[in-house]
């Protein structure tokens, strides 16, 4: 069963970047569709950012197109968020997870949090 682990969030002031990162471990990734999703405070998780086995298809939220970028790297065995362009509406804890669906996805990791905030 694999493993998920992010990393790489933080405080940062509107307008600027971070890069999140879904690390695996006890499997490999590569057989895997990868989810990002975000949880702000008193709302659903919804969906972020998704990319299929290979990396070559992606799907994005309307609310980060054009911001957000999601990359994989399976000899690393970990997929990439890059987020660019920080909204205060960005803050959330920021989930991984196997799968593109939030109700069908499994395997979440703990979560790192993204704060967005001058």
């Known amino acids: 069963q694999v493993q998920l682990v992010e990393s790489g969030g933080g405080l940062v002031q509107p307008g600027g970047s971070l890069r999140l990162f879904c690390a695996a471990s006890?499997?490999?990734?590569?057989?895997?569709?990868i989810g990002w999703f975000r949880q702000a405070p008193g709302k659903e998780r919804e969906g972020v950012s998704c990319?299929?086995?290979?990396?070559?298809?992606?799907y994005y939220a309307d609310s980060v197109k054009g911001r957000f970028s999601i990359s994989r790297d399976n000899a690393k065995n970990t997929v990439y968020l890059q987020m660019t362009s920080l909204k205060p509406e960005d803050t959330a804890v920021y989930y991984c997870?196997?799968?593109?669906?939030?109700?069908?996805?499994?395997?979440w990791g703990q979560g790192t949090q993204v704060t967005v905030s001058s």
């Open positions: 006890r499997a490999t990734l590569d057989s895997y569709a």
């Open positions: 990319i299929n086995t290979r990396g070559r298809s992606t």
């Open positions: 997870a196997t799968g593109c669906n939030r109700d069908q996805a499994t395997n």
